[in-house]
């Protein structure tokens, strides 16, 4: 089995929330070994990451050993850069045996082709958005943002962070680009095309593919399954995956929403 998380925003929320958050993604990457043979984190696994120089990582300690301990036993690990985590690069591939993508991934499991990525900035639209993310992921910033001391750029990230909130306005207005760009990735002849970025889970069938957005982690436990029958949609319920229902606002105009829960690619 092929399994997608994305979007658990690991170190953006309170203390309790970050324990009851980390508590459950650790067991569920123990629960994955022995039954999965690739774990897709779909962008914005991190609310931040960023690999100074000089600096070893010193947030995240205890999940970065589950993701390695995860690899060693057997299951793959493509780790895809988000607006908050596109930074990770060789030393999270050193500490957790994962790859780090940070463009979409092609890819075939089951005979289907995919296309896989975390979506931000995919739609058309949202221009400002677009150049920003030209500019903060370009050499030069890059090269300017790793001579600041790694104290004052955590401080900087949160604060960033907090600039972009996630509310039930944002997610209603993300919806309908995000599943036009989906559906046009079907047209261009994908069987499956998967994202994350917009914290809603969904799942539809159009005549050319299925489309699917893996929902979070923060805040639902989404977990998307892909096998030979095709995807199912997931939430970890503390000591288990059960099926899930794709969420409020997700039926595409034209589409056949998966109200069962699996649909065949």
Not at 201 to 225: K, L, N, P, Y
């Amino acid at each position: 089995m092929v399994y997608f998380i994305a979007d658990a925003h690991l170190g953006s929320e309170s203390p309790a929330s970050e324990l009851a958050k980390e508590h459950d993604l650790l067991h569920f990457l123990a629960h994955l070994s022995g039954r999965a043979s690739m774990l897709y984190a779909v962008g914005d696994l991190f609310d931040f990451w960023f690999e100074f120089p000089r600096s070893k990582p010193r947030a995240y300690q205890q999940m970065l050993s589950a993701l390695r301990s995860l690899t060693r036993s057997g299951v793959a690990l493509r780790f895809i850069g988000g607006n908050h985590d596109y930074w990770a690069g060789p030393v999270f591939e050193r500490l957790t045996g994962g790859s780090v993508h940070r463009q979409p991934v092609v890819e075939t499991h089951f005979g289907k082709r995919l296309f896989i990525a975390h979506g931000d900035g995919l739609p058309a639209g949202d221009r400002r958005y677009k150049a920003l993310k030209a500019v903060i992921r370009s050499r030069a910033a890059i090269a300017g943002f790793s001579l600041v001391p790694p104290s004052i750029g955590w401080s900087m990230a949160r604060w960033a962070s907090g600039l972009s909130e996630i509310t039930e306005e944002r997610i209603q207005r993300a919806l309908p680009p995000m599943r036009t760009f989906l559906e046009t990735k079907l047209l261009e002849g994908f069987d499956g095309a998967v994202v994350g970025h917009v914290h809603r889970q969904c799942m539809w069938r159009t005549a050319h593919g299925t489309a699917v957005i893996v929902g979070d982690w923060m805040w639902t436990r989404s977990v998307v399954e892909l096998g030979e029958s095709g995807f199912r949609l997931l939430r970890w319920d503390g000591d288990s995956l059960v099926p899930s229902q794709p969420q409020g606002g997700c039926r595409p105009p034209g589409g056949e929403s998966a109200d069962d829960s699996r649909v065949a690619p």
